[in-house]
């Protein structure tokens, strides 16, 4: 059970409810969508791995707000965040009605939530992403590369990684969401899909594991995907030594601590463990934290 | 400028608006959200006299204009409540209603005793309502058992004692009575309906719980239906809980007989309702041309039949 302290990180104090608008409303990939919010405030202060809650602005059904990632932000031709983009597949009554969200519908939103990846402080950073779990890797790709800054005051990188992979797994290629944005001069963007319609024929992980053997030196590994998948490459980077952080989606009612609903299992010093809130733990820990 | 505060017996609020237990963590978790300061009461989550880890995940389900939870009392323990929460609680300007829960007589009476020490305590909720912890929903079901822990925490402390029910009852006016006359300054109604989330293509309970409470809008209806029954009844004034999420909510349930009321399920997908209803009370009782909240309580009027 933690230090109370620690159950509030700063990045907390920094959240706010906000009444919003939809601006747009795209299909990314096969059941795949992407909606865009005006939130300037939230582009502005929201880093890579944090989330947010949306729902509609009324009713009763759906209820609760659900967790997404952060995708891109939204700037206007100055260049000032006005909004953010968030990717989501449907599933169900929640996402079915997103994916019918037109231009502007009036949405509550509150965010930034949650702990997101660390400033990418290593010499190669291999972001390996499983569905629709690639939609943080934009903005931590777009850090790492110096392309892009977030937060306020805006996050700086002391040793930026030489070498900055994607390695994206999904079943088949009608679901590669996000591959025109992931095409970034000076990323290496490898892809596998199960049925072998692009790229690699197979698990991501065995991407990972590749990369890892040519050099494994330096390497930092950042994960969001399907727990299967994330608990696979957690051994991996184990078995090579290579610190990995993953970013975990459990479902949750509030996504600012209130419900003790999004509790997975987190090793404590003595060994044993404690369930513990992912909305404000994580929702990336690093690996040897979890119990998987 | 109408009145908002209410007197529930030996315990006065600035205004009617509490936030229930289980739905706002111990405050902090809200900060970002919630003037504290202005509502009438919190009622941090449930303490237990030793740390419990909860139910194993998944522990919630929405449901159709609800949510089931089973949490399961995760809590690290009343020390630690007493060490680390509970001061930070008594300075955030408002009514703290430190709600507990106990699997004997002596567990909530040696937690009502420490509780009596502590400055800035203005009340003790007593949930004997939660359904999903075995042990305590005992002594909600039971009217004689309800009485026996009330008059076991009126002896132990000073401070006022307010019994949280539960609706999982063929009828909840004899325990409502019990706990009245046991010394009760007040109840709290309701908790949580007992429910269940099945995934059928799994074969599976979608609760790791198996088992959860219903609430949320859904439950509303019910929670109006059973405050009127009770409030005809029993003389202790009631809070009511259950579903609310506008001030036309909470309008309803003072005609149907409660004196104030919780904000549960909606502090999740809508943190700064509490804040908002209390800034919407004052038109709203003109609207009715009252000048305080205890004016409209309990009165709803039934057209006679003919």
Redesign the interface.
């Known amino acids: 059970?933690?230090e109370?302290s620690s159950?509030?990180p700063g990045m907390?104090?920094?959240?706010?409810?906000h009444q919003a608008k939809i601006v747009a409303v795209r299909a990314m990939a096969q059941d795949t969508w992407a909606v865009k919010v005006h939130a300037p405030e939230l582009a502005a202060t929201i880093t890579p791995g944090q989330f947010f809650?949306i729902?509609p602005a009324t009713g009763?059904?759906?209820?609760?707000?659900r967790p997404f990632a952060l995708f891109d932000i939204v700037r206007d031709a100055a260049g000032q965040p006005t909004g953010v983009e968030f990717g989501f597949v449907k599933v169900g009554?929640m996402t079915t009605l997103m994916s019918q969200w037109s231009k502007g519908d009036e949405v509550?939103v509150?965010g930034p939530l949650g702990n997101g990846f660390p400033v990418p402080e290593c010499r190669h950073l291999i972001c390996v992403a499983g569905g629709i779990g690639q939609t943080p890797f934009l903005g931590v790709i777009r850090e790492a590369l110096g392309l892009e800054s977030y937060g306020i005051p805006p996050r700086s990188i002391t040793t930026r990684p030489q070498q900055v992979s994607l390695c994206y797994g999904v079943r088949s290629a009608g679901y590669l969401a996000g591959i025109e944005e992931f095409t970034i001069p000076g990323l290496d963007l490898q892809i596998a899909t199960d049925d072998g319609s692009t790229g690699h024929q197979g698990y991501v992980t065995q991407l990972l594991q590749n990369k890892l053997a040519q050099n494994s030196d330096g390497v930092h590994v950042y994960c969001c995907g399907p727990e299967p998948m994330m608990k696979a490459v957690a051994e991996i980077c184990k078995a090579a030594a290579v610190p990995c952080w993953l970013s975990l989606e459990?479902?949750?009612?509030?996504g600012?601590?209130?419900?003790?609903?999004?509790?997975?299992k987190v090793v404590e010093p003595d060994g044993s463990w404690?369930?513990r809130r992912t909305c404000?733990e994580g929702p990336v820990f690093r690996a040897e934290q979890l119990v998987l | 400028m109408a009145d908002l505060s209410v007197s529930l017996n030996r315990l006065t609020l600035k205004n009617p608006i509490l936030v229930a237990s289980g739905t706002f963590g111990y405050a902090k978790e809200m900060t970002a959200f919630v003037e504290f300061a202005h509502l009438g009461g919190i009622i941090p989550k449930t303490v237990t006299p030793q740390p419990r880890p909860g139910n194993p995940p998944p522990r919630t389900v929405e449901t159709a204009s609800g949510m089931l939870n089973s949490i399961g009392l995760d809590n690290d323990g009343f020390d630690q409540f007493v060490a680390e929460k509970l001061p930070y609680l008594t300075g955030l300007g408002t009514s703290i209603v430190v709600n507990i829960a106990g699997k004997t007589n002596d567990d909530f009476r040696r937690m009502a005793t420490r509780l009596n020490e502590v400055p800035g305590v203005s009340a003790i909720e007593l949930n004997i309502s939660c359904p999903n912890v075995s042990g305590g929903v005992d002594f909600g079901t039971d009217p004689s058992l309800a009485a026996e822990v009330v008059a076991a925490v009126r002896e132990s402390c000073s401070i006022p004692v307010i019994a949280k029910l539960t609706p999982n009852v063929t009828s909840v006016v004899p325990i409502a009575k019990a706990v009245a006359d046991a010394g009760a300054d007040a109840v709290s109604l309701i908790n949580t309906f007992q429910g269940m989330a099945v995934d059928w293509k799994r074969r599976r309970p979608v609760l790791g719980n198996v088992l959860g409470g219903l609430s949320g809008p859904a439950i509303k209806p019910l929670a109006l239906r059973i405050i009127w029954q009770v409030s005809q009844q029993v003389k202790i004034p009631i809070i009511g809980i259950g579903g609310i999420q506008s001030i036309d909510d909470v309008m309803e349930f003072f005609l149907v007989g409660a004196t104030a009321v919780q904000i549960g399920t909606a502090n999740f997908y809508n943190p700064g309702l509490a804040n908002q209803i209390i800034r919407e009370l004052p038109e709203a009782l003109a609207t009715l041309k009252a000048e305080s909240v205890k004016d409209i309580v309990g009165t709803l009027q039934i057209p006679k039949r003919d």
């Open positions: 059970m933690s109370y159950t509030l907390m104090l920094c959240a706010k409810q809650m729902r009763s059904d759906p209820l609760l707000g009554k509550s509150w459990t479902p949750m009612a509030c600012f601590g209130a419900c003790f609903s999004c509790v997975t404690d369930y404000v």
